[in-house]
């Protein structure tokens, strides 16, 4: 059973920079397909960034530019680079797989000021 922890949330001015952390514990984890999650207030979880099964990337429109996602499958961490935030970018942010195999984690919140 996988467990994820995600970390390094905060309160940003836009135009501002986060870099978020997930830590992946347990057996099964693959950084395949590996992405990361936000939910606004009132809004439905939306996946904003994942791994593909060969190392590529893809990106939801509202993020593309801005957001990096990156991993280290030996330390089973996740990675996402924010730049450029935006008050539309407040969420909490979460780790899984596209599948949403894994128990979700707490998340971590980000609040992006104008």
């Known amino acids: 059973q996988v467990q994820l ?3 390094g949330g ?3 001015q836009a135009g501002g920079s986060l870099r978020l952390s ?3 514990s347990g057996s099964g984890f693959s950084g395949n397909f590996m992405g990361w999650y936000r ?3 009132g809004k439905q979880r939306e996946l904003v960034a994942h791994f593909t099964a ?3 990337t893809n990106y939801a429109d509202s993020v593309k530019g801005r957001f990096t996602i990156s991993r280290d499958n030996a330390n089973k961490m996740l990675y996402l680079q924010m730049n450029s935030l935006k008050p539309e970018d ?3 942010y979460y780790c ?4 949403q195999s894994f128990s979700w984690g707490q998340g971590t919140q980000v609040t992006v000021s104008s």
Request: net charge negative.
């Open 5 to 7: 922890m995600e970390s």
């Open 54 to 56: 060969f190392g590529g």
């Open 10 to 12: 905060g309160l940003v």
């Open 22 to 24: 997930c830590a992946a």
């Open 90 to 92: 407040t969420a909490v």
């Open 39 to 41: 939910q606004a207030p």
């Open 96 to 99: 899984n797989n596209i599948f």
